[in-house]
C-alpha cells in the first residue's frame, strides 16, 4: 500500500494504515507481555481476611507480531480471558510489563500507566465480547452504542456521527436504517457484528476477540469469522482471539499460544502446533476435538484428561500439569520446567518435550459432504 | 423402511407443537418425523431456534405455557410391552408422571440451573429411586452411591453429601446424568448436554454416555448443534429448520451425501482442518427468519442457492425418500420431474408471505 500516512477510506471513516500486512513470520511485535502475572485475593471469615492468592495469570510471557491473529487457547480457568482484560487495563496487573509498540515508534509499558496516560491507548486497544446479549446496553439505540466512543472522545458528533456510525454498520454487514433501533430487535449474529463495529469505531490496531464466536450457530460464526477476516486484511487489524474450539482457532489463527492454570505451555505457528505438538496437555486437547466426519470415529486414541484442571489458589509442585499427565515423572513433580525454545518459534514448557513423541491433530482425508 | 432388526422404542410422527401467544401463533416444531431402536443413538442437529428443544420436551410432554402439541403421535414401546401416544396424554397426569424419569429421562444443557442448589446431589438422586421404584431408604442410598460411581465422580459416598454448586461443571453434568439413570430408563433425552463444558471433559461425558449406553441398551436422543459431536456419536441424524425436519438418514449418509441444500451449507460452514489456511469460510446468506415471519412454501427458501422461483416459494415439499431411510424435504428430490404440488401437505397460507416480503 502506497498511500500516505492516516488516509481516510472514503465514506467509512476508518483509517487505511501505511504499514503493510505483514506475514506472521517477519511481523515485529505490537505487543509484549512479560512475566505478567494477575493474582486475585480470597477472602474469608468475617473480617474479609484475605486468606491466600489466586494465581489467574502467573508469569506469563508472549509477543503478538503486528497484523497477526494470535490465538489464546485453554480449558474454562485457565486465565486466557484475564489474560485479555489485562492487556485492555480492566484490570491492574499485580506484576509484569505490557509493552506496547505505539504508531509513533514509542514503546510504553501499558501495565504502568495510570488511567489518564492510558486514556490514547484505549482508543487503540478495543475488546469484542464473548456474550452478544449482555454485552450490548439494551436501553440504548445502536447510534448510542457503536457511537459513544467517537463522542467521548470528540471526533464526531451531531449528523456526522450519524454518517460514521452508519457506514460502520455497512462496514459489517448490517443495514445502516437499523441505527435507531435497539439491541433486542437483532439476532445473536447482528449483536455480534455491532459489537465488532463498537470496536472497529476508534481505528484500533489491537483487538482483543474474547470468545467471540463462541455463543453463535455454525452458519453465523462462518459469517462473523469471514469479516473478522476481510476487517483485518482491510485495516491491518491484529488480534489476540481468546477462544476454546480448536477448529476455530485453527482456521483463523497464524500462532497458537496454550494456556493451563495461569501459564503458557506451548506457543507455535498453528500448522506447526497442530501437527506436532510438544507438550503432552496439547496433544490432549488436540485429541478431544470432535471431528466432523462419522468415517474417522474410532480412528486414533483419544486421550482422557482424568482429574479435574488444578485450582490455581493452590497449584499442585512442579508442572502444574502432572496429576493429570500420562507421561510423568519423579522431575515432573519438583521442579517446575521453564518455557524453551525448540525448532523454529516452537516455545515449549515441558521437561521431556524433545524424548515424547506426541500425536497431532490428525489430517483429515476428505471433506465430507461435498 | 430399512428392514428393523431391532425393535422400534419410540416413533414420532408428524407432530406440531405451537405455542399461543398474544402476538401469534409460534410454530416451533412444525411437523416432525423421527424413530429410535433400542440402543440407538439418534441426533437432532439444528440452529439456535429450529425447534429442536421444543420437539425434545414434547416428548415428555414438558413443554411450557403457552405451547402445546397441536397435532401429532408420538409412540412409545414401555417396558411392559404396550405402546402408547404419548402425545394424547395429560401431561400433568399420573400416567406421564410415571414415564418421565422412570421410562424416559432427560439431561439438560446447564447443570447449574437444572440441579436444585438447596438439595445434596444425593436427596436428588435418591428422590428419583424412591418415586418410581419400591425400595427403602437406605437401599435407595446404596444405589445413589453406586450410580454415582458408575458416572465417574470420585470418592462417591462423600459427594453423595455435595451440593451442586460444590461441583466443577463437568462433575455436575455427571451429577445429572446419574439422576437420570438412577431408574434405567429406555430411553435418554440429552439436550445439548456437553455445550457449556470444554472439549477435553465433553470428550470425557460422550465417551460416559456411550459406554453406559453399550452396558444397559438404553436408546439416546442427543440434541445438540454440534455437528462435530453428531459425527462422533450417531447412528442416525435428523436435521431440523424452522420446526421442520428437513432432512433425516443414517450418520454417513447425511455427512457424505448430503441432499438438503440446508445440509450442505451448515457442512460446508463447519472449519476444517484440510481446508486450506485462513481460507474463506462457506457461510448461508441472510439469517434465520423471526417465528412471526416465517416464510411460505419452503421455509428454507429465502436463504437457498437452488430456489426455483414460483416453485419453491409457493409449494411447501413433502418428505421424499432418497434411498435407503434417507428422506429429504426438498423440491429438487421430488419423484415426479414436474414438481406439482401432490397433496404432500397443505397449501402454504397466503397470510404467511406478508411479512417476508419487508
New interface residues.
Given amino acids: 500500500m502506497s498511500r500516505p500516512k492516516n488516509t481516510r477510506q472514503k465514506g467509512t471513516g476508518l483509517k487505511i494504515r501505511p504499514e503493510k500486512a505483514q506475514t506472521a513470520e517477519s511481523g515485529r511485535p505490537l505487543l509484549e507481555l512479560r512475566n505478567l502475572r494477575m493474582q486475585f485475593p480470597v477472602r474469608r471469615g468475617m473480617f474479609r481476611r484475605t486468606v491466600g492468592f489466586v494465581r489467574a495469570v502467573n508469569d506469563v510471557s508472549f509477543s503478538i507480531r503486528l497484523g497477526e491473529t494470535l490465538s489464546l487457547v485453554g480449558e474454562s480457568g485457565c486465565g486466557k480471558t484475564t489474560t485479555g482484560r489485562c492487556i485492555v487495563r480492566v484490570y491492574n496487573p499485580t506484576a509484569g510489563k505490557i509493552q506496547y509498540q505505539a504508531e509513533d515508534q514509542e514503546s510504553v509499558d501499558l501495565a504502568q500507566l495510570d488511567n489518564r496516560a492510558l486514556r490514547p491507548y484505549r482508543r487503540q486497544i478495543r475488546m469484542i465480547f464473548q456474550d452478544p446479549f449482555s454485552s450490548l446496553n439494551p436501553r440504548l439505540p445502536i447510534l448510542q452504542i457503536v457511537g459513544e466512543s467517537l463522542k467521548v472522545n470528540g471526533i464526531a458528533r451531531g449528523a456526522e456521527l450519524e454518517e460514521r456510525v452508519a457506514s460502520l454498520l455497512k462496514r459489517v454487514g448490517l443495514r445502516p436504517e437499523y441505527i435507531r433501533r435497539y439491541p433486542h430487535a437483532f439476532s445473536g449474529g447482528e449483536r455480534q457484528r455491532i459489537g465488532i463495529a463498537r470496536a472497529l469505531a476508534l481505528n484500533p490496531r489491537l483487538i482483543v476477540a474474547d470468545e467471540a464466536v463462541s455463543a453463535l450457530d455454525v452458519s453465523v460464526q462462518a459469517q462473523i469469522l469471514n469479516l473478522l477476516q476481510d476487517l483485518q486484511e482491510e485495516f491491518n487489524l491484529t488480534y489476540l482471539f481468546i477462544a476454546h474450539d480448536l477448529s476455530v482457532v485453527e482456521h483463523i489463527s497464524h500462532r497458537v499460544a496454550v494456556m493451563y492454570v495461569g501459564k503458557i505451555v506451548e506457543l507455535a505457528n498453528t500448522d506447526e502446533l497442530f501437527e506436532n505438538p510438544l507438550h503432552p496437555y496439547t496433544e490432549a486437547l488436540l485429541s478431544a476435538v470432535p471431528k466432523p466426519d462419522p468415517r474417522l470415529r474410532n480412528r486414533g486414541v483419544r486421550i482422557r484428561l482424568e482429574g479435574e484442571v488444578a485450582d490455581p489458589s493452590s497449584p499442585p509442585s512442579g508442572c502444574y500439569f502432572h496429576p493429570r499427565c500420562r507421561y510423568a515423572q519423579d522431575r515432573c513433580r519438583d521442579e517446575e520446567p521453564t518455557a524453551r525454545e525448540i525448532g523454529k518459534d516452537h516455545w515449549v514448557a515441558c521437561h521431556f518435550a524433545e524424548e515424547l513423541e506426541l500425536r497431532g491433530f490428525e489430517a483429515i482425508g476428505s471433506t465430507p459432504g461435498l | 423402511m430399512a428392514p428393523n432388526v431391532e425393535e422400534t422404542l419410540l416413533e414420532v410422527k408428524d407432530v406440531k407443537t405451537h405455542f399461543f401467544t398474544d402476538e401469534g401463533v409460534v410454530k416451533a416444531v412444525d411437523g416432525v418425523n423421527l424413530s429410535l431402536r433400542r440402543g440407538q443413538t439418534l441426533c437432532v442437529v439444528g ?2 431456534g429450529c425447534g429442536k428443544s421444543v420437539m425434545a420436551r414434547s416428548i415428555l410432554r414438558i413443554v411450557p405455557a403457552p405451547g402445546r402439541i397441536v397435532s401429532g403421535e408420538i409412540s412409545f414401546r414401555q417396558r411392559n410391552g404396550e405402546t402408547i401416544d404419548l402425545a394424547q396424554m395429560n401431561p400433568r397426569g399420573r400416567d406421564i408422571r410415571s414415564i418421565r424419569g422412570r421410562e424416559i429421562s432427560m439431561i439438560f444443557q446447564e447443570p447449574m440451573s437444572s440441579l436444585s442448589p438447596v438439595h445434596t446431589i444425593g436427596s436428588q438422586i435418591m428422590e428419583a429411586i424412591l418415586l418410581h421404584l419400591p425400595v427403602s431408604r437406605s437401599e435407595a442410598r446404596k444405589r445413589a452411591v453406586s450410580l454415582l460411581d458408575l458416572v465417574g465422580i470420585p470418592r462417591a459416598s462423600e459427594q453423595l453429601d455435595a451440593y451442586s454448586f460444590e461441583l ?4 455436575r453434568q455427571r451429577a445429572m446424568i446419574a439422576i437420570a439413570l438412577a431408574c434405567e430408563p429406555q430411553l435418554l433425552i440429552a439436550d445439548e448436554p456437553t455445550t457449556a463444558l ?7 461425558i ?2 460416559l454416555i456411550s459406554d453406559l449406553q453399550a452396558d444397559s441398551g438404553m436408546a439416546v436422543l442427543f440434541i445438540t ?8 456419536i ?1 447412528d442416525e441424524v435428523v436435521v431440523m429448520y424452522l420446526g421442520r425436519d428437513v432432512e433425516s438418514g443414517d ?2 449418509a447425511i ?2 451425501e ?1 441432499k438438503h441444500p440446508y445440509t ?12 486450506r ?2 481460507e ?5 446468506k441472510g ?2 427468519p423471526h417465528p412471526f415471519n416465517r416464510p411460505g412454501g419452503c421455509p428454507f427458501h429465502p436463504r437457498c442457492d437452488e430456489f426455483i422461483a414460483d416453485q419453491c416459494n409457493t409449494i411447501d415439499p413433502g418428505r421424499y425418500t432418497v434411498g435407503g431411510d434417507h428422506s429429504v424435504r426438498c423440491l429438487l428430490y421430488e419423484p415426479s420431474a414436474a414438481a406439482q404440488n401432490v397433496g404432500a401437505s397443505e397449501p402454504p397460507a397466503p397470510a404467511q408471505n406478508v411479512g417476508a416480503t419487508r
Avoid at chain 2, 168 to 171: A, E, R
Avoid at chain 2, 264 to 275: E, G, K, M, T, V
Avoid at chain 2, 280 to 284: D, E, I, N, P
Fill in positions: 440452529e439456535s466443577s461443571g463437568g462433575m470444554d472439549v477435553t471433559t465433553q470428550a470425557n460422550l465417551d448443534h454440534d455437528l462435530g459431536v453428531v459425527a462422533e450417531a450418520v454417513d455427512f457424505h448430503p450442505r451449507a451448515l457442512l460446508q460452514s463447519i472449519p476444517r482442518y484440510d481446508s489456511d485462513r474463506r469460510l462457506y457461510s448461508l439469517s434465520v
